[in-house]
């Protein structure tokens, strides 16, 4: 199967620091990876495309400079929320891309839950 | 851009019933249709796909069929289960070039036992 991790899976910080979110791929090589913002009975929403050895692609109303996404590897994103707010609490879920071209498939790590407190 | 309208956002059936969740999608161009199944606090999972070049796909209790021309597609599950209980989304691609997904709202199935 594919698996994709994510480290931590919750956590609980202060207003004003910033926390790092590790995504890993842990059995197969992932050019491409996506982060995502779930708050509560909604849908996912796409922050950003991350690609290994090139800056991340934000989406439209996505501070770039508070969600900083390092694509470091073939196999790790991290994601680190910048001077958190309680308004940035939400699930933070990653997916990894699996395959190339029109031959393609998304898995998702099992989410960090961040509530700021 | 594209958006996927998702539609009920809440469906409850009989144990044994089939249940279909149907979307819509507004990009032509889009090329790949996946649905993920999401239990209360964890990740969503792939259950089933469809590429454009084909108008369904089964796997077990679970069907997917695409209607290019309407842009739309739709999840069939029969026989339901109580562990089919959960909330599913479709999703389409934005932009085949980097295969962005755009997310349906979610449809929260309840089986009744």
């Known amino acids: 199967g594919a698996v994709v991790s994510q480290h931590p899976s919750w956590v609980i910080c202060k207003s004003g620091t910033s926390v790092k979110i590790e995504c890993r791929s842990l059995?197969?090589?992932?050019?491409?990876m996506f982060w995502y913002r779930q708050f509560p009975k909604q849908s996912l929403m796409l922050m950003a495309t991350?690609?290994?050895?090139?800056?991340?692609?934000?989406e439209q109303g996505v501070e770039k400079d508070k969600f900083l996404i390092n694509h470091a590897s073939l196999t790790l994103s991290t994601l680190t929320v910048t001077s958190a707010h309680p308004e940035d609490s939400s699930f933070y879920i990653c997916?990894?891309?699996?395959?190339?071209?029109?031959?393609?498939?998304?898995?998702f790590g099992p989410g960090t839950r961040l509530t700021v407190t | 851009g594209e958006n996927v309208e998702q539609h009920p956002s809440t469906l409850s059936v009989q144990e044994g019933d089939s249940a279909v969740i149907k979307c819509t999608y507004s990009?032509?161009?889009?090329?790949?249709f996946p649905w993920y199944k999401q239990e209360l606090g964890k990740r969503p999972q792939l259950i089933i796909d469809?590429?454009?070049?084909?108008g369904e796909k089964k796997d077990q209790r679970i069907a997917v069929t695409l209607n290019k021309t309407a842009k739309h597609f739709s999840l069939h599950i029969t026989e339901t289960q109580p562990e089919d209980s959960a909330v599913y989304f479709c999703?389409?691609?934005?932009?085949?070039?980097?295969?962005?997904?755009?997310f349906g709202t979610g449809t929260r199935l309840t089986i009744i036992p």
């Open positions: 999703a389409a691609t934005l932009d085949p070039g980097n295969e962005k997904l755009t």
């Open positions: 469809i590429r454009s070049n084909v």
């Open positions: 991350s690609n290994e050895g090139s800056k991340a692609t934000y």
């Open positions: 990009d032509s161009a889009s090329n790949y």
């Open positions: 997916s990894a891309r699996r395959g190339a071209g029109s031959s393609y498939e998304q898995y």
């Open positions: 059995d197969f090589q992932a050019t491409t």
